[in-house]
């Protein structure tokens, strides 16, 4: 990286989509700024960078933001473009990196959201089934490839890799075991957090329960 | 490539398929067009988009591609040369797919909304919630197109295909509610981008009446009364 570039992370630490953000950084061997924000009192830097949604992460560069975690990433990815490729270079299996990053996004990230913010008494029946179910399909989809990206990290783990520090929020909350329902997801996120690029960027998952705990409370659902 | 090489599976009503179509008539690539019927999914959109089971599904040389926007990511890559669809600095390419996940998460969500809001106070919150995501789409393109007359500056882009894609129906909504949600004080750039857009070589052939949708709209209420809760 050139001696003037800034670059600054707008994020939260238990964030799973800021997290992201921190493993595609980490992968391209760039320096950054980690600025914690108060979601619950927005900073007007927050509020400049993001107008339009609020939210974090935020990728600042050279004084200029990336919004949304997906984007930001394949930002990342182009602009760090010499060092660990995150998605292929062949166009049929970008698409398919792109399809499957936009599912981690519409099934586990919004089941996720929806998991953290219900009572436990008021989860939907089908949502521990439909939980598992998503994540059987990302096992299938897995194969006997050591990552989604092949022999390396690719784009669809940056997007999935976050969750294996949430794992332990959603096994209690829905009670059911990764380990024993999904074995092999179970087995990758174990071996994926023997990267450094990884290991760095997500945080314990015991701090995200006790974190989640006292969400849960402060929205009324714990 | 042949004709038969390529295929796309879906419906002339539904603005996601319209995306790879213009993406596709830039690129001048001939393609089979598989119209899927209201009700019933083929076995073939089935077998090939079994994750979703939605359009619109692109096949190139028999390996199917799925979601409207990864599809049109696929064309621009796939046949270069041909005029690009994405820009080139990936500052402006992180803005345009910002936008257009804006447009697919916050704004078509509100939009399709209103036809089944419960009642009218609803229906003018939603429609209030259009209007302002379009003076916002108004600073986007102010911010995108630099002065020029598209949101991919002298040619149609990957942020006009994403948001031109909707303009058949913003224009039936306004049609059926007797209202103008881009309007000349608000949202004058996007009132003439528009005009720009539809008439557009590459859009003009997919780009769907008004009339017809308002039409397909009552068709597409009887039908949905029919599904179970």
């Not at chain 1, 960078?49 to 394949?74: A, D, F, R, T, W």
């Not at chain 2, 270069?80 to 704004?107: C, T």
């Not at chain 2, 009339?211 to 009552?218: G, R």
Request: charged fraction near 30%; hydrophobic fraction near 40%; include cysteine.
């Amino acid at each position: 990286m050139a001696a003037d570039e800034q670059v600054t992370l707008l994020d939260t630490w238990a964030s799973s989509i800021g997290m992201r953000v921190r493993i595609a950084l980490a992968e391209k061997g760039v320096k950054y700024e980690f600025i914690e924000q108060d979601l619950w009192s927005k900073s007007g830097l927050l509020l400049q960078m993001n107008p339009v949604h609020k939210k974090i992460p935020v990728l600042v560069h050279n004084g200029k933001p990336v919004c949304e975690s997906l984007v930001i990433v394949q930002y990342i990815d182009e602009v760090w473009k010499d060092k660990a490729p995150l998605l292929p270079s062949d166009p049929y299996q970008r698409a398919q990196s792109r399809f499957w990053a936009d599912f981690v996004d519409k099934k586990i990230y919004e089941h996720g959201r929806t998991i953290m913010t219900t009572k436990v008494e008021d989860q939907e029946a089908t949502a521990k089934k439909d939980f598992i179910d998503t994540l059987k399909l990302m096992e299938g989809e897995l194969g006997d490839k050591p990552y989604f990206g092949g022999e390396t990290l690719g784009y669809v783990d940056v997007a999935l890799l976050p969750y294996c520090c949430w794992f332990y929020t959603y096994e209690k909350i829905l009670n059911f075991s990764l380990e024993a329902d999904c074995p092999k997801l179970n087995a990758y996120c174990k071996r994926c957090l023997q990267k450094e690029s990884v290991s760095k960027s997500l945080e314990d998952p015991k701090k995200i329960y006790d974190f989640a705990l006292k969400l849960r409370k402060k929205l009324g659902v714990e | 490539m042949a004709k038969s090489d390529v295929k796309l599976i879906g419906a002339w009503a539904s603005p996601f398929v319209m995306r790879p179509r213009i993406a596709l008539n830039i690129k001048s690539v001939e393609y089979e067009f598989l119209e899927e019927i209201l009700g019933s999914k083929s076995q073939l959109l089935l077998e090939s988009n079994p994750v979703h089971k939605k359009i619109p599904v692109l096949i190139h040389g028999g390996k199917p591609i799925c979601e409207s926007l990864v599809i049109v990511e696929y064309i621009d890559e796939v046949w270069s040369p041909g005029p690009a669809i994405l820009p080139s600095d990936p500052h402006d390419r992180a803005l345009a797919r910002f936008w257009a996940a804006y447009l697919d998460e916050k704004w078509f969500p509100a939009m399709r909304n209103i036809v089944t809001a419960k009642d009218e106070e609803a229906r003018k919150a939603l429609m209030d919630q259009v209007g302002e995501g379009l003076v916002l789409l108004e600073g986007a393109f102010s911010k995108c197109s630099k002065g020029k007359g598209f949101f991919g500056g002298d040619q149609i882009g990957y942020l006009d295909i994403a948001f031109g894609s909707f303009l058949g129906w913003l224009r039936a909504l306004e049609k059926m509610n007797g209202v103008k949600l881009m309007d000349e004080t608000k949202t004058p750039g996007l009132l003439k981008w528009a005009d720009s857009f539809s008439s557009h070589p590459a859009v003009k052939d997919v780009f769907p009446e008004t009339e017809k949708l308002v039409e397909f709209a009552k068709v597409l209420a009887k039908f949905k009364a029919t599904l179970p809760k």
